[in-house]
């Protein structure tokens, strides 16, 4: 009349299984028989610089919805090397196709922050192409596959495996290890495979699925599974900016040189509750989360770079820049135009149909009875 | 006895009740179970009943769909929870290709007494996926009843009778009124969840509805009560079946019938009861059906969704403009 569980739900999977790590807790550089960070100090500084950024980005929009300016929040803290790290391999030919989490690697494509979409005036808020960053999916799962036939078409079009650095290009899907469980993404898996396609598999393993822990979503590490649909799953630690970004950039180059596929699982952990709209206390304990504070992935890269000769004023400035960040995201959120919809009826097709500009007229004349009436 | 329960709480209740009247029912879905659910509908249910009777699945629609079919067949009554109606498509194979079969193609000989859950509507200020009302998808798939409670007291017994159901049954709670108390009456035998309802008589025209926008309804009648318009309000409770009779009834006394549902409005449950008053009440009808429905755009942004969705005004124009007609 029970369900067994097996011995491995009771820990996280892979709990003991090795990560790439190239710098640790401590701020220490490690050594890696496969995996190298190729930058110098000065690298490493402006990888600073977007931890802090996107860290501060998502603590200002964390703020603005505390604040009713925004609906909803899901916070990326915790995870900004995974994001900053990965997205910092890409090159402007790539394209990623992210999840709602994913605020670091916006930041660094060059995407505005998601507010238009959590202060619900827009379902958007971007042209992807312009960017090579992708709608939000809230849809779990579901754009891994987009993501791979992204891929496929670069196949199809020739700008794999040419040897042109400038050319060659290859697709990066963030996903989560809740996702990991979906179809979709099993079949991503598989039809990346099968077709050779020049895709990394990004998965920011934070523990959770909301409240599920990661436990009860798999029994063996996600990066495992990579084998068995015959590519190869790196673990890699995701609160290492310097691993991630090197095991990525090693991915996504393995992609574009037409080596297919490859599975990155990034072990790190969601600081946050999984939105504004969570309450962690429910299903984890403090103490947990104390644990993963000694691992904070910023602070690590600040102490390298403290007992490696830079000074003061670098982490002055830097305050300073993420200070004023904060500033223009605030005011960018209040900017946000409101939405119209009236005008929303012209975007359902690409040609207005009949049907729809009856129901648009319909509602322009029914809604100008109000106009001037205070509601 | 009665208590006064969100309509949240009484779905609690009712799953409670189900749970302890056979210990066959299952709870299953993601995150039902320390955290009780986004909603907290299945709140402590797992403390009490267990892990393997309430149970945290991992995160996929056609999983859980699934599985619970083959607990079915062994003889099991999921009662699944889908998290938000927008994310009940991944499972929308297992539901309209296999539950909603499996009885048919056995030529009876199985039985799929499984429940679906699915929080649904709008207006609770959500990003997209949060607020859609697919109702109409399952509606028109043979083989699955639907039911749409709109009261504390239906979703209480509602649930229970729908557990109880020996076909697959897609509940359709109505989110955003989740936290609106109502009077429950804990003993009373309930009625038949397979009949619509007269929620409020009038003489001059017939409200069609049901879920979220029977409160919305009868705000409605209230208003027009005031310019001395008398509106019939009728929550239909069960969308598949429908039970139409006491629509017709209504229709031939008011000559006048309004449906409102939140859904778009093509092929949306407005169109088939429209259709059925024509056919029954053709020479009663004093003007065509008037549907009150979402647009025909997928859901909008949330600062625009009050005008999006049906409201009092939209539903006194469109009283207006029958009697008018
Ligand atoms: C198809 C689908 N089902 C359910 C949900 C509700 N939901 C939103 S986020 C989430 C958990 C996702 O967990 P994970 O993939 O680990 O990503 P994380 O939120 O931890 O970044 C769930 C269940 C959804 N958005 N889409
Ligand atoms: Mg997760």
């Given at each position: 009349?029970?369900?067994?569980?097996?011995?491995?739900?009771?820990?996280?999977?892979?709990?003991?299984?090795?990560?790439?790590?190239?710098?640790?807790?401590?701020?220490?550089?490690?050594q890696?028989?496969?995996?190298?960070?190729?930058?110098?100090?000065?690298?490493?500084?402006?990888?600073?610089?977007?931890?802090?950024?996107?860290?501060?980005?998502?603590?200002?929009?964390?703020?603005?919805?505390?604040?009713?300016?925004?609906?909803?929040w899901?916070?990326?803290?915790?995870?900004?090397?995974?994001?900053?790290?990965?997205?910092?391999?890409?090159?402007?030919?790539?394209?990623?196709?992210?999840?709602?989490?994913?605020?670091?690697?916006?930041?660094?494509?060059g995407?505005?922050?998601?507010?238009?979409?959590?202060?619900?005036?827009?379902?958007?808020?971007?042209?992807?192409?312009?960017?090579g960053?992708?709608?939000?999916?809230?849809?779990?799962g579901?754009?891994?596959?987009h993501?791979?036939?992204?891929?496929l078409?670069?196949?199809?079009?020739?700008?794999?495996?040419?040897?042109?650095?400038?050319?060659?290009?290859?697709?990066?899907?963030?996903?989560?290890?809740?996702?990991?469980?979906?179809?979709?993404?099993?079949?991503?898996?598989?039809?990346?495979?099968?077709?050779h396609?020049?895709?990394?598999?990004?998965?920011?393993?934070?523990?959770?699925?909301?409240?599920?822990?990661?436990?009860?979503?798999?029994?063996?590490?996600?990066?495992?599974?990579?084998?068995?649909?015959?590519?190869?799953?790196?673990?890699?630690?995701?609160?290492?900016?310097?691993?991630?970004?090197?095991?990525?950039?090693?991915?996504?180059?393995?992609?574009?040189?037409?080596?297919?596929?490859?599975?990155?699982?990034?072990?790190?952990?969601?600081?946050?509750?999984?939105?504004?709209?969570?309450?962690?206390?429910?299903?984890?304990?403090?103490?947990?989360?104390?644990?993963?504070?000694?691992?904070?992935?910023?602070?690590r890269?600040?102490?390298?770079?403290?007992?490696?000769?830079?000074?003061?004023?670098?982490?002055?400035?830097?305050?300073?820049?993420?200070?004023?960040?904060?500033?223009?995201?605030?005011?960018?959120?209040?900017?946000l135009?409101?939405?119209?919809?009236?005008?929303?009826?012209?975007?359902?097709y690409t040609?207005q149909?009949?049907?729809?500009?009856?129901?648009?007229?319909?509602?322009v004349?029914?809604?100008?009875?109000?106009?001037?009436?205070?509601? | 006895?009665?208590?006064?329960?969100?309509?949240?709480?009484?779905?609690?209740?009712?799953?409670?009740?189900?749970?302890?009247s056979?210990?066959?029912?299952?709870?299953?879905?993601?995150?039902?179970?320390?955290l009780?659910?986004?909603?907290r509908?299945?709140?402590?249910?797992?403390?009490?009943?267990?892990?393997?009777?309430?149970?945290?699945?991992?995160?996929?629609?056609?999983?859980?769909?699934?599985?619970?079919?083959?607990?079915?067949?062994?003889?099991?009554?999921?009662?699944?929870?889908?998290?938000?109606?927008?994310?009940?498509y991944?499972?929308?194979?297992?539901?309209v290709?296999?539950?909603?079969?499996?009885?048919f193609?056995?030529?009876?000989?199985?039985?799929?007494?499984?429940?679906?859950?699915?929080?649904?509507g709008?207006?609770?200020?959500?990003?997209e996926h949060?607020?859609?009302?697919?109702?109409?998808?399952?509606v028109m798939?043979a083989?699955?009843k639907?039911?749409?409670p709109?009261?504390?007291?239906?979703?209480?017994?509602?649930?229970?009778?729908?557990?109880?159901?020996?076909?697959p049954v897609?509940?359709?709670?109505?989110?955003?009124?989740?936290?609106e108390a109502?009077?429950?009456?804990?003993?009373?035998?309930?009625?038949?969840?397979?009949?619509?309802?007269?929620?409020?008589?009038?003489?001059?025209?017939?409200?069609?509805?049901?879920?979220p926008?029977?409160?919305?309804?009868?705000?409605?009648a209230?208003?027009?009560?005031?310019?001395?318009?008398?509106?019939?309000?009728?929550?239909?409770?069960?969308?598949?079946?429908?039970d139409?009779?006491?629509?017709?009834?209504?229709v031939?006394?008011?000559?006048?019938?309004i449906?409102?549902?939140e859904?778009?409005?093509?092929?949306?449950?407005?169109?088939?009861?429209?259709?059925?008053?024509?056919?029954?009440?053709?020479?009663?009808?004093?003007?065509?059906v008037?549907?009150v429905?979402?647009?025909d755009?997928?859901?909008?942004?949330?600062?625009?969704?009050?005008?999006?969705l049906?409201?009092?005004?939209?539903?006194?124009?469109?009283?207006?403009?029958?009697?008018?007609?």
């Open positions: 009349m029970t369900i067994p569980v097996s011995a491995s739900v009771e820990s996280a999977p892979g709990a003991d299984l090795p990560l790439v790590q190239l710098l640790s807790p401590e701020g220490e550089r490690l890696h028989p496969e995996f190298h960070f190729d930058g110098d100090d000065a690298a490493i500084r402006s990888l600073y610089r977007d931890l802090v950024m996107s860290r501060r980005i998502d603590n200002e929009a964390f703020a603005l919805q505390r604040h009713g300016e925004l609906g909803l899901p916070q990326a803290l915790g995870q900004e090397a995974a994001q900053v790290g990965s997205a910092r391999a890409l090159r402007k030919q790539d394209y990623a196709f992210p999840t709602y989490r994913e605020h670091g690697v916006a930041y660094c494509l995407v505005d922050p998601a507010l238009a979409l959590f202060r619900g005036v827009s379902l958007g808020g971007w042209v992807p192409a312009e960017h960053f992708a709608l939000i999916s809230i849809i779990i579901a754009h891994t596959l993501a791979t036939g992204y891929a078409g670069l196949s199809l079009d020739g700008v794999v495996g040419t040897g042109d650095p400038d050319r060659d290009a290859a697709v990066i899907a963030y996903f989560g290890d809740g996702a990991s469980s979906q179809g979709d993404v099993n079949e991503a898996f598989d039809f990346a495979a099968v077709n396609a020049p895709v990394v598999f990004f998965c920011q393993n934070n523990q959770y699925a909301i409240s599920v822990p990661v436990s009860r979503q798999m029994t063996v590490p996600v990066a495992q599974r990579a084998a068995g649909f015959g590519f190869r799953g790196v673990r890699v630690d995701g609160n290492d900016v310097l691993a991630c970004q090197a095991v990525t950039a090693a991915a996504l180059q393995q992609a574009r040189d037409g080596g297919g596929p490859m599975l990155i699982e990034a072990v790190t952990y969601r600081m946050g509750a999984h939105t504004t709209s969570d309450d962690a206390s429910r299903y984890r304990d403090a103490d947990e989360v104390e644990e993963w504070k000694a691992k904070d992935p910023i602070a890269v600040e102490a390298y770079l403290r007992s490696n000769g830079t000074i003061d004023q670098f982490f002055t400035d830097i305050a300073a820049e993420a200070e004023q960040l904060g500033e223009d995201i605030r005011a960018a959120c209040h900017a135009p409101e939405p119209d919809l009236a005008a929303l009826f012209d975007q359902v040609e149909t009949d049907e729809l500009k009856e129901q648009q007229a319909a509602y004349a029914w809604r100008s009875q109000y106009e001037g009436v205070e509601s | 006895m009665s208590d006064k329960l969100p309509i949240a709480k009484a779905i609690n209740a009712g799953l409670r009740a189900a749970l302890e056979d210990e066959k029912v299952l709870v299953m879905g993601e995150d039902v179970g320390p009780g659910g986004v909603f509908v299945t709140d402590g249910l797992q403390k009490d009943f267990g892990e393997s009777r309430v149970m945290d699945t991992p995160l996929a629609e056609s999983g859980i769909v699934g599985t619970a079919i083959g607990l079915a067949f062994r003889g099991y009554r999921p009662i699944v929870e889908i998290q938000f109606d927008g994310f009940v991944p499972a929308y194979d297992q539901i290709s296999q539950v909603a079969k499996l009885h193609r056995s030529s009876g000989a199985v039985r799929m007494p499984i429940v679906i859950r699915i929080p649904y709008g207006g609770i200020g959500a990003v949060h607020s859609e009302s697919p109702e109409a998808q399952f798939t083989g699955l639907v039911l749409a709109a009261t504390a007291n239906d979703a209480y017994w509602m649930i229970q009778q729908a557990v109880q159901t020996d076909d897609v509940f359709m709670e109505p989110k955003r009124r989740y936290w109502g009077e429950v009456d804990l003993d009373s035998e309930p009625m038949s969840p397979w009949q619509s309802l007269i929620r409020r008589d009038g003489s001059d025209a017939t409200l069609i509805t049901y879920g926008m029977v409160t919305t309804c009868l705000e409605a209230e208003a027009a009560n005031e310019d001395g318009v008398d509106l019939e309000v009728i929550d239909l409770r069960t969308l598949s079946p429908l139409l009779a006491p629509v017709h009834e209504s031939r006394r008011t000559g006048h019938a449906v409102v549902h859904a778009s409005r093509t092929l949306g449950l407005g169109a088939e009861v429209a259709a059925r008053v024509t056919e029954e009440c053709f020479y009663s009808l004093e003007s065509p008037q549907r429905t979402g647009y755009t997928p859901y909008p942004p949330s600062r625009v969704e009050d005008d999006f049906p409201g009092i005004d939209r539903i006194l124009d469109a009283v207006d403009h029958a009697r008018a007609y």
